[in-house]
């Protein structure tokens, strides 16, 4: 078989979504909180990534007129915290901020930032989520880690935690 390419299969990535939603959906969710007043968008549910867009702009920038680090943080926390949730079952878990840190790698001072959440651990009781937040021109702008617990809950309090962004 010297010189024979042989064919190439991959399979097509497996998603880790427990829940599904659709993006509307997610995006109901932002009523009357902090990701609606950023403008905090939700675009893009992969096999194994979450993504959205925050402005920069008045709402979002330091004194000095860059993107605030609080910002940053706020957009991965967000995304990471949602992505978190739809990997479990919500009839019976949720799961809760535990640490977040980020590394601000370059400074925005307008446009769009695109932050994506992707999982580098996802255990029964804990969940570990890197966060990359890219400038318009595709630059690492920042990266964070969200560390998440998991914790068991009642059914009846979904109604009144996923449907709070419900009118």
Do not use: F
């Not at 078989?1 to 190439?8: D, E, I, Y």
């Not at 969200?146 to 109604?159: G, V």
Request: charge should be positive.
């Amino acid at each position: 078989m010297a010189g024979r390419l042989r064919p190439q299969y991959t399979a097509a990535p497996m998603s880790i979504w427990q829940s599904k939603v659709t993006l509307e959906e997610l995006q109901r969710l932002r009523r009357n909180t902090m990701v609606e007043y950023l403008d905090i968008n939700l675009t893009e549910i992969g096999p194994d990534y979450l993504r959205a867009t925050m402005p920069v702009d008045h709402r979002t920038v330091q004194t000095m007129g860059i993107l605030h680090g609080g910002a940053s943080v706020v957009l991965a926390e967000t995304i990471g915290s949602l992505a978190a949730n739809l990997c479990v079952d919500s009839n019976r878990q949720a799961c809760v901020g535990q640490e977040i840190n980020a590394n601000h790698l370059r400074p925005v001072a307008s446009g769009r930032v695109t932050g994506t959440a992707r999982p580098i651990h996802l255990g029964t009781r804990s969940q570990v989520w890197q966060i990359e937040i890219h400038d318009e021109r595709n630059r690492l702008t920042c990266i964070s880690r969200l560390t998440m617990a998991i914790i068991d809950r009642p059914a009846e309090a979904i109604s009144q935690t996923w449907g709070k962004g419900e009118p």
